[in-house]
């Protein structure tokens, strides 16, 4: 297909409540919407980097600058093939997978649109709704927290993540589980201990939960490594996972016994997909994780969920527990039993209402042949 112009659109929504997690809190939530017209046909893609470099190094605001100064200017007025093809162009560039990712998401997008196909056929997917749970951030205390899970239980979602902390850890998940004996239940630390420090969390071992997810440092597989063995409770890796090859690694060294994927942290799809093989191969457990994604991204997330592999709940909620008024045109729910249908059109299926578009746009860039 021939590029014949890409659109950025960086995006500033507000969140229905804030989202607190250990390396911030999370009011509006900022992203880049990345239209790319080839032949009269649009394709859409979500670059997932937030406002703050809390959660990654990339920022919204990183993320403009390469996409804009080397990224566009490469592709714009060229055949691209593939996914794939375009990551070959883009791998002179290092880091910034979450821009890469973006441009990736656009490109599966128009493929799928000119094929008539959707995206989960394109991937490979095997069902037309897969499992989701709810991730919920720090509350102001334990009793609202306890309230909050009680709330999303109710709504219909069969697993919950909550986030936690030092002194926000192990009083916050004990009130949980007792409130909720049953409930699939897992906790996400965003990075928030050391191997040191991560000893407070030894009396969660008793607590049945599925997993805990990221407690060190994202460039510290090795201290993981040394931390899964101390506990019963599968480590599951988030930020420490940029590529295949981390994936292998962290495995291979038992630094975690399960993988949240998300595309934007592993560079775009087509890594994602591989990791997702490597796992499936292994018997190693993955779920898809979220950044809060407006509903061009969740269709991405949904059909990347419909593969095999993913044998876990991911964090893919209904457009509801985020967003008042989304970007497009379509509402995700929930299902009675916690699943997300996907998409059906070609391509993304998804439909972009302009006129919310245009009400959450707080620059916009465009580049033609
Ligand atoms: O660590 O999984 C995370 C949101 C933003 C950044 C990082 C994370 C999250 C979530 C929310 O947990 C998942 C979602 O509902 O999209
Ligand atoms: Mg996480």
Redesign the pocket.
Known sequence: MRIDQIKLCHLRMPLKSP?E?SFGR?LHRDCILIIINSNGVSGYGECVA?RDPG?SYETSGTAMHILKDFFLPLLVGKEIQDGVDLQRRLAFARGHPMAKSGLEMAIWDLTGKLQGKSFKDLLGGVSDQVSVG??IGIQRTTQDLVESVSGFISQGYGRI?I?IKPDRDIVDTFEVRKAFPDLLLQV?A?SAYTLESAKVLKPLDNLNLLMI??PLDEDDLWDHSKLQPQFRTPLCL?ESILSLRHARQAIEMGACRII?IKMGRVGGLSEAIKIHNYCHKWAVPVWC?????TGVGRAANLALASLPGFSLPG?I?ATDRYYEQDIITHRYTLNPNSTIDLPTGPGLGVELDLKALKSFSISEIEIRA
């Not at 994780?289 to 994604?293: A, K, R, S």
């Open positions: 989202f997690t999370i937030d959660y709810v991730s993540k986030k996400d965003n997810e990221q988030d949240n994780g979220g950044m809060l994604e964090d909620s």
